[in-house]
């Protein structure tokens, strides 16, 4: 066990680390703003697969990774319409909703991939390469763990300072998180609440799908339905452990990416314990997270209830 | 009652229509796959034991979504609670002794309720002393159970031994412990497990209708503060409705290995629970819509086999369709509460 946390391995679970993370940190941010919103979206997991499954077919056929990220954003944004529609339009439950979209997201993929992946020969996509940040990447340890990564990459450790400067330090941020609060605060004032609420859903969906899509085209090798294994709800749960706050949320990612990082190499080491026992740990962790953090005074007031008009 | 009738018809025409309209645009042939999707659930008797065999999970685990929700308790932890339920049954089937066959089954019985139910009433406590939200909670603890059954079975004590691939998957269980068939055999069989669905079908009426219990759960779903006023311990009645609904979940965790697959697997369990969630919201979370709404999705799921061998056409159309469902079910409810406004805007 202790030999994991010595010498090439640890830096090899420290960079392992970084690549789980990064793509879980935009679909986070994403969320992390829908949910100030007050929209208890829970379709993370959907969208992402969404994401990922665009990605794919357009980097296999284009052979442009960052026309297939574009494509897969828009199309997630384009989702996320159904699902402003149902909660802001039809103000029908909101995790229902999610719910919802995330059969749908993996019943279509599913289908997809029946119908034009298995028993043949998978399209070969060209994903993203790593990129070495010159005299950064020679660091020792350091450079190898985060300069030697993906662009995509650095701009997600610029990411969350963004999302927070939104929410904080802007006008439209403080009505993101007025519209969570008390909507009708903002209503009374003449501020259009479903407006914003449909936006911060949109960019949170588009984030989503952005994660999915970096997933898909930054680290893997093949498309499975599977890609997404629980890493939407992982979100999600990072969120909540995160108290709603930007870099809390960050924290929470990293955390979890490192267990699972630990999980990934005790395997290959062969650790006595099965390996089953760092996957889960996330799962346990953010439970025991969760029911230790019983004041959970940063959530949203107005999270996951319909705003309605008196 | 004819607006309702409207709108959930017309719900499921665009479900279907856009089902169809998929297929059709993936270039299959949308009338074979549907004929055959058709013949595939009802076309035979072999068929339709078929369509009853799926739908019975099916209904179990929705009628446990339906009295959760209906006091707008969120438990989406059906996966988690049907994996439960037959781990807790195949492991009291590995203890049980030499017991007279209906006494065991009803070891069997009772542990797939248990199993499934500790489950729930964990997401239960979860939240009454905690106050973690058992949306959360219970998604956790799925994943929890999920990479519990891998490892027993991958690696671990309840692997198949001796066997030169590894399925992940258990020993078939003794023979004798099995569950009593009522029609059919071979493929196409009907498990007990379909007569103890209906029951508690019935039951869960009665239940929701006719008990305290059940006036104390709608209430809690439409006005809780009224209810905590009236006196009513909150923390108990959660407890008690995580409770029932994650055992009867667990029960048909129970009733598919031992009166269907036989052996402990994950991938002949998963996809029950959100099935299950599906049935419930599309039957309009009433026992009654939840029976019709289980029989609807059995068929489907019966179907899709009968359809991928006679057109080509991938099971993972079914699962696409219930999606769709249940997004345009969603849509149709909405539509069904305008014309409540509008009525009683006319009447006052």
């Known amino acids: ?310 | 009652m004819g607006w309702n009738v409207a709108c959930y018809s017309a719900a499921m025409l665009c479900a279907l229509f856009s089902t169809a309209a998929l297929l059709h645009l993936s270039g299959g042939d949308v009338a074979k796959a549907f004929s055959s999707l058709v013949i595939g659930a009802f076309g035979s008797q072999k068929a339709l034991l078929g369509s009853l065999a799926k739908a019975t999970p099916l209904l179990l685990v929705g009628l446990g979504t339906v009295i959760a929700f209906r006091a707008k308790i969120w438990n989406i932890g059906q996966e988690g609670q049907v994996l439960a339920g037959a781990m807790c049954a195949y492991w009291a089937s590995l203890w049980i002794g030499p017991l007279p066959y209906w006494m065991a089954f009803a070891v069997l019985v009772l542990a797939g309720l248990a199993g499934g139910g500790a489950l729930g009433l964990l997401a239960g406590i979860l939240k009454t002393r905690f106050g973690t939200s058992e949306i959360i909670s219970t998604v956790m603890l799925n994943y929890i159970v999920i990479f519990l059954l891998a490892y027993l079975l991958d690696g671990g004590p309840w692997m198949e031994s001796g066997v030169t691939v590894a399925y992940h998957q258990s020993p078939p269980v003794n023979t004798m412990l099995e569950w009593p068939t009522l029609f059919g055999q071979g493929s196409a069989k009907l498990h007990v497990g379909f007569l103890l669905a209906l029951g508690a079908t019935a039951l869960s009426a009665v239940l929701l209708e006719r008990t305290p219990l059940g006036y104390e759960i709608r209430a809690f779903g439409s006005n809780p503060t009224a209810l905590r006023f009236r006196g009513t311990d909150i923390s108990r009645l959660l407890l008690v409705v995580m409770l029932v609904s994650g055992a009867l979940a667990g029960l048909a965790g129970a009733g598919e290995l031992f009166g269907t697959s036989h052996r402990l697997r994950a991938e002949t369990l998963l996809g029950i629970g959100s099935s299950g969630i599906v049935v419930a919201m599309v039957g309009g979370l009433r026992p009654s819509g939840a029976m019709l709404a289980a029989l609807f999705f059995g068929a489907l799921k019966s179907g899709a086999i009968y359809m991928r061998l006679q057109s080509g056409t991938p099971a993972g159309l079914v699962s696409a369709m219930e999606g769709l469902v249940l997004l345009f079910f969603l849509c149709a409810a909405v539509a069904t509460r305008i014309q409540v406004t509008v009525r009683s805007e006319v009447h006052a």
């Not at chain 1, 034009?116 to 399209?123: A, E, K, N, S």
């Not at chain 1, 890493?231 to 990416?257: K, T």
Request: charged residues 10%; proline residues 5%.
């Open chain 1, 1 to 310: 066990m202790l030999e994991l946390f010595q010498g090439p391995l640890f830096i090899s679970i420290l960079a392992a680390m970084v690549r789980i993370a990064t793509p879980l940190l935009f679909s986070a941010m994403g969320e992390l703003v829908t949910q100030r919103s007050g929209i208890w979206n829970i379709s993370v997991e959907g969208t992402m697969l969404l994401g990922a499954v665009v990605a794919y077919v357009i980097a296999s056929t284009t052979g442009s990774p960052w026309l297939a990220l574009l494509v897969a954003v828009l199309a997630c944004a384009a989702l996320s319409l159904i699902l402003s529609f149902v909660t802001i339009v039809l103000k029908s439950e909101q995790f229902i909703a999610g719910l919802a979209l995330n059969l749908v997201a993996s019943g279509l993929t599913l289908f997809w991939f029946q119908t034009y992946i298995i028993g043949r020969d998978p399209p070969k996509f060209a994903g993203f390469e790593a990129v070495e940040i010159p005299y950064l990447s020679d660091i020792p340890i350091l450079g190898t763990v985060l300069f030697s990564q993906r662009l995509l990459t650095y701009v997600s450790f610029l990411l969350p300072i963004a999302v927070w400067f939104f929410l904080y330090r802007t006008r439209y941020g403080l009505e993101i998180r007025c519209v969570g609060e008390n909507p009708k605060a903002l209503d009374v004032k003449g501020l259009n609440v479903g407006r914003r609420q449909c936006l911060a859903i949109m960019f949170g969906s588009l984030m989503s799908g952005f994660g999915g899509a970096f997933l898909m085209l930054g680290y893997s090798d093949r498309f499975v339905p599977d890609l997404i294994a629980g890493r939407g709800w992982l979100v999600v749960v990072a969120i909540i452990a995160g108290n709603w706050m930007p870099f809390r949320v960050v924290a929470a990612i990293f955390i979890f990416a490192l267990l699972e990082a630990i999980g990934i190499h005790a395997q290959v080491v062969g650790v006595s314990i099965p390996h089953h026992v760092f996957l889960v740990l996330p799962y346990v962790a953010s439970l025991v997270l969760l029911a230790g953090l019983r004041s959970r005074t940063h959530q949203p007031v107005a999270l996951g209830i319909p705003y309605r008009r008196e």
